[in-house]
Every structure is written in C-alpha cells, then in structure tokens.
C-alpha cells in the first residue's frame, strides 16, 4: 500500500482527521515521543516538560512502521519529510494554512486549549507559512482560506492520488456506568466517613465488594440502594469529551450496567442529564450478566466482566481493585489513555 504522509501546520484538522478515520488515517503527535506526556492539547507549550534523549529517533522509528498499513500519515511539520525520502512507496506532502488566516489559527490554539507560549511567538513562525504560500511547488499544498486538511482531501483538488472512503465502518462499544462513566464510588466513601466518622479513601478498596473493605460491623454497599443517591453522581472528568466524540463519530455505543429495580431510574436519570445527547430505549441496558453481550468494545472496572465478555477489543479501567494482569484484557488508565486504546481498538476493526 501506497502510503501519503502529511507533514502538517498545527491545527490543519490533523487529530480530528484521524479520529473520523480510523484505519485511514494515523496522527503521529510527537508529544509523547518528544516529551513523554499524553499527546493533549493543554500539554501543548508547557515549559516544565523535559526532553526525552531518544527523540526524534523514536518519532521516526514509529512513522516508518506503519508506512504501508494505512493510506495517511500525519506528522509533525518540522523535521521530518526529510529523514524518510529513502522510502518506498511513500509519497509526502507539506501542509500549510493560507497566509491570511494567522488570526483564525491563534484562536484555534486558545480554542481548543493550548498554553498560551504554544502561540505566543505566531509572528515568527508564521514567516514558514508566508514563505510556503509563495513558493508552494509539487510538494506543498496550500489550504484555501478557513480550509481543513479533510475538506481538501474531500475536494476536486485534492492531488494526493489517495481518497478518503465516504463511508467508515461504525463499531459497537458497551461503556459500563458506575466508575466508567461515572463517579460512584467517591460519592460513597464520603458518605460512609460522614456516617461513621472514618477516614477512608479510594485506595482502600482493593477487593471487588465494598462492604468486604470497611470495618466489621460497618456497611456502605446499602448507600446505592437509598432514593436519589445515584443523581448526586457526576461524570468522570473528561468522559462525556470522549463519549460525545465518538457519538460524532458515528458509533454505537450502549451503557450496560447492574441495577437493581431501586436503583434503574436514578440511573438512567443521572446519565441522561450529565450525557447531554438522546439516549435510545435500548442503548441504556439493565443488566448483570454482561458476558451475554456481543460487540466490538467492552469497558469496565470489574475483572470477571471483562475477562468473560464476548466482545473482540476488552477494556478494564484500572481501579485500585482490579489490579493484575489479565490476558488478552486492555488496561486503561485514565480517559486520555482509554481514548488513545479505543481508537486503536476502531482502527484493527477497520477494512477499506
């Protein structure tokens, strides 16, 4: 396979590219090769980062292995085409926004929250995307002027000789509620030390069942049968980004979680007002048996789930009671981290 590689200006649409097409598309962000942190955009620009010794051979080192797996590769605009010119079946382009469009891309940095030393020197970068503009030549490609990279490659002058498909294949994900979606074990620990005047914290509850971890003679597993205890929950921070993407995105997602016939309104209620888009009747499933279910992703906190689901991609989010190794089970932690494994997990389920 013929593999087009983008070496692109920052905020051309590189990430959302990928995104919308797994499979197609690879953004190789050099954050986390260049720095070691999660490739986010408010890392962008921190000046407490160190540099890692191994880059840019590493950045390299990953760009090459995926030539010939995927039709686009999008990498950092500076310091790369260069070192893979000895490359078969690689055809590069540089891409740069049009030269009047230096305040739309500002306001896309603050946008989509970069530190402010990420464009504070926009005047003197910007002589790369005047000079571009000027003597753009076989290898450039010049957006027009508000332009994304992905309304080029859609467009009549798209010259790459690779297309995006009109079509993605949409995978089916099963999202468990509690811990997953949403915050519901901090909720109880702070009940139960309020109770009881303890001083318990998450770290301590390193067996699946709760009650199993507090002092005899105590209980907090009866808080989640309490009316209205679940509407007090709140999303995990950055869950509803990831979920309302990949709604965008076109997939099917489903929430399956226990309930009990107490708890199943407050429920379904609690994640309808903190998940700001319409649920189907049937994509909120009440149930215990989890391992009944068949899909592509299954994420969930707990082991026996995970490691009997049906589905072909397995997600455990690490929790301090879930700890180990589990074959064949991926272990997220943290929702940049979970979204990094689902995309990937899209991607080996994508034929074009």
């Known amino acids: 396979m013929k593999t087009v590689v983008f070496a692109a200006w920052a905020g051309v649409g590189k990430t959302k590219l990928a995104e919308k097409y797994p499979g197609v598309v690879i953004d190789f962000e050099s954050s986390k090769y260049k720095w070691g942190c999660e490739p986010s955009e408010s890392n962008k620009g921190r000046t407490d980062r160190v540099l890692n010794p191994d880059f840019p051979s590493n950045y390299l080192t990953a760009i090459r292995s995926a030539i010939g797996t995927v039709p686009f590769i ?4 500076f310091g790369v085409l260069q070192e893979l010119s000895d490359m078969k079946d690689v055809v ?4 740069v926004p049009h030269v009047d469009d230096k305040d739309l891309y500002v306001q ?8 402010p030393s990420f464009y504070a020197n926009v005047d003197e970068f910007w002589s790369h995307v005047e000079e571009a503009n000027k003597s753009a030549g ?4 010049v957006l027009p002027r508000g332009g994304t990279l992905e309304e080029y490659l859609l467009s009549d002058a798209n010259r790459t000789g690779a297309v995006l498909p009109k079509t993605m294949p949409k995978t089916t994900i099963f999202f468990d509620s509690d811990d997953v979606l949403m915050e519901s074990t901090e909720p109880a620990i702070a009940r139960y030390n309020e109770l009881y005047g303890g001083s318990l914290c998450l770290e301590d509850f390193k067996a699946w069942g709760m009650d199993s971890c507090v002092p005899e003679g105590t209980t907090i597993e009866h808080f989640y049968e309490e009316p209205g205890f679940y509407r007090g929950f709140q999303p995990i921070p950055g869950m509803v980004d990831l979920v309302t ?3 965008d995105q076109g997939h099917k ?7 009990t016939v107490n708890t199943i309104k407050d429920k379904v209620e609690s994640l309808e007002e903190h998940y700001p888009f319409k649920w189907d009747d049937n994509e909120i499933i009440p149930i215990s048996d989890k391992f009944v279910l068949s899909g592509d992703i299954f994420i969930d906190d707990k082991v026996t789930n995970v490691v009997h689901s049906k589905c072909t991609h397995k997600i455990l989010v690490d929790r301090p009671w879930n700890q180990g190794e589990y074959p064949g089970v991926l272990r997220a932690k943290g929702v940049q981290e979970l979204g990094r494994i689902i995309q990937e997990c899209i991607a080996k389920g994508v034929s074009v």
Do not use: F, P, W
Not at 108 to 115: P, S, V, W
Not at 138 to 141: A, D
Not at 253 to 259: D, E, G, K, W
């Open 74 to 77: 999008c990498v950092a605009y």
């Open 245 to 247: 993407r990949l709604k």
């Open 108 to 115: 896309r940095y603050k946008d989509r929250g970069n530190q």
């Open 92 to 95: 590069s382009y540089v891409v």
């Open 138 to 141: 076989v290898g450039t490609i």
């Open 253 to 259: 997602l489903y929430v399956a979680t226990s309930c």
